[in-house]
């Protein structure tokens, strides 16, 4: 069964650093996503993206996050200056088209991110 | 402005037992309702959605699910719960309406613990 995978599963990196966060989404969906969950709350939307182009952003995706889809299969988030506020597990998550199935998204394993 | 409420942190059930995990919803309009799953240092599996029609849907792994619009609820249900159940379950929304765009709005999620 298709599924989203991410990469790194884990990252350290220190306040002020860059991170890239990647994400191959399922190979024929369309839309792509990321949220983050900080230990302990909700899961929280950050960013939608569709046909090369963010078609939503949440008061969390400010100046400092950034998305992008190099090629034909990756999806990618970077966090251009970490603060410590940003260590959370960020998920990846897609979804295909069509009315009963392009509402369903399918999320990856997450990456946790640790920032000190 | 959308939102969940899972209103137990935690969900007890002995193994055979039927069990229930609850979520109210508020959206204007129509929702589209999802249940996922969280295994330990897992990511968000998908179990079932609402879009429209039975209100009664079934899903992964035997659970099911009923959509109450008077109540606003979408509580997920099991009949017979096994050890293996045991994980955070999330609910979200999505409104129908384009206003609302893609992104999902989640619960704080509900710990279930079922024991044998």
């Known amino acids: 069964e298709p599924e989203v995978t991410q990469t790194p599963s884990h990252q350290v990196t220190q306040m002020g650093q860059e991170v890239i966060l990647r994400c191959v989404p399922i190979s024929n969906h369309l839309y792509f996503y990321w949220y983050r969950q900080i230990l302990g709350q909700k899961v929280e939307f950050l960013v939608s993206?569709?046909?090369?182009?963010?078609?939503?952003k949440s008061e969390i995706f400010d100046d400092q996050f950034s998305v992008e889809r190099p090629d034909g299969s990756n999806f990618t988030l970077k966090i251009r200056s970490t603060k410590l506020e940003d260590s959370a597990m960020y998920f990846c998550?897609?979804?295909?088209?069509?009315?009963?199935?392009?509402?369903?998204?399918?999320f990856g394993p997450g990456t946790r991110l640790l920032v000190l | 402005a959308q939102s969940v409420a899972q209103p137990e942190d935690q969900v007890n059930v002995a193994e055979g037992n039927p069990l229930t995990v609850k979520c109210t919803y508020s959206v204007s309009g129509n929702p589209y309702l999802f249940w996922y799953v969280q295994y330990p240092n897992r990511g968000l599996q998908f179990l079932l959605k609402y879009i429209t029609g039975d209100n009664l849907v079934k899903g992964s792994y035997g659970f099911e699910a009923e959509f109450n619009k008077s109540q606003t609820s979408f509580h997920l249900k099991k009949p017979s719960a096994l050890v293996s159940d045991s994980a955070l379950y999330f609910c979200a929304v999505r409104g129908a309406n384009m206003e609302y765009g893609n992104k999902l709005v989640f619960g704080a999620g509900t710990i279930l613990r079922v024991k044998s």
């Open positions: 993206f569709y046909n090369n182009e963010i078609s939503e």
């Open positions: 998550a897609s979804s295909g088209t069509g009315v009963q199935f392009g509402k369903t998204q399918y």
